[in-house]
């Protein structure tokens, strides 16, 4: 099986277009470019927007043009024309990469999905949320809601005929491990370090929605697979996603990436910075007449990667760049940093 000590490095950067980018978004991807770059590796740019009743029509070319502001490159995405490139991981025609935006990538979701049923790693599920709610006896609410308790899981796949005209969803056997033992139980995050999880710590999950689109887990498999990825750099409230993940890995035989989470950008609450917590949008700043170096500087600082908050370019930092010199906290976005954000110049 090909390892990651004989393929080339390749990140990427995955805005998702349901608002505008922000700060916390900024720090995640400076880290995700540096990382790969630091490396000599390539990046790619991909559109996750099929979480379609969110989307806004005008945020993909808004992040497309908030990460060029900041400096940040990759060497194929959806601005390519017509993908007429090579594939920059392994050689092949770029017509086995597909667009480099996910509503435009169904086919392969579903051929994945097909290959799921065949093996039976996927049931027909009908339960609802509060079906879910009601059935489990001690409900462990977590990143995606509570633990799934197995109702559906002695169905099959072929189940799903007589369901026509029903609404189900389709969900991956993730609690059967014992069944399946290839599924990882634990891995070595980039930055995190050891991580560890069982199966029946997050319970099945749905790989494909009711109404017929793929789910954030099998999506992201079969494109980081289809694109090459070796490296995902991501906000930590994602580490128990990487386990659906690798599990989905190893049940089509691929080869994963390796991981790395890093501490989010929180606001004084505590929580994940957002909507919420004010105005934090890079356009904003864009617009403010702020240079993208301060805010790279700035961002850099956080991160360990310079001792003072001084303007620079994100290629003045591929040199310096260490997970060692990440700080494993959060980061706290007060308005008073805002404010400081936004009286930034040169």
Not at 42 to 57: A, F, N, Q
Not at 232 to 259: C, E, H, M, N
């Amino acid at each position: 099986m090909e390892t990651h000590s004989n393929r080339s490095i390749v990140g990427r950067l995955a805005p998702s277009p349901t608002g505008a980018q922000h700060v916390g978004n900024a720090r995640t991807y400076l880290l995700a470019w540096l990382s790969a770059r630091s490396q000599g590796g390539r990046v790619i740019l991909r559109i996750e927007d099929i979480d379609s009743p969110r989307v806004k029509p005008w945020a993909v070319q808004q992040a497309m043009d908030d990460l060029r502001w900041l400096g940040l490159d990759w060497d194929a995405g959806p601005d390519d024309a017509l993908n007429e490139v090579r594939d920059i991981c392994a050689g092949r025609e770029a017509a086995s990469v597909g667009s480099y935006v996910q509503t435009e990538r169904l086919s392969f979701y579903r051929a994945a999905l097909d290959e799921l049923k065949r093996r039976e790693l996927v049931y027909p599920c009908t339960c609802t949320r509060s079906d879910i709610e009601a059935a489990a006896s001690a409900p462990h609410v977590g990143q995606e809601g509570p633990v799934y308790p197995g109702t559906c899981r002695h169905r099959q796949a072929a189940d799903a005929v007589p369901l026509a005209g029903q609404p189900f969803a389709w969900r991956f056997r993730y609690q059967e491990w014992s069944l399946f033992p290839f599924v990882p139980k634990e891995y070595v995050d980039l930055v995190a370090g050891k991580q560890r999880c069982l199966p029946e710590e997050l319970g099945d999950f749905v790989v494909c929605k009711v109404d017929g689109t793929p789910a954030y887990q099998l999506a992201v498999v079969v494109d980081d697979h289809a694109m090459g990825i070796t490296e995902v750099i991501r906000g930590d409230d994602l580490i128990a996603s990487t386990f659906r993940q690798l599990a989905l890995y190893a049940s089509l035989g691929w080869t994963p990436p390796q991981f790395g989470h890093v501490p989010l950008v929180i606001g004084p609450d505590g929580r994940r910075l957002a909507k919420r917590h004010g105005d934090t949008r890079l356009s904003t700043l864009h617009e403010a007449g702020v240079p993208a170096e301060c805010l790279v500087g700035y961002l850099a600082w956080t991160c360990g990667l310079q001792s003072h908050r001084n303007a620079v370019r994100p290629n003045d930092l591929v040199g310096q760049f260490a997970w060692e010199r990440l700080p494993r906290s959060p980061l706290t976005l007060t308005e008073r940093d805002w404010q400081t954000l936004l009286s930034m110049s040169p």
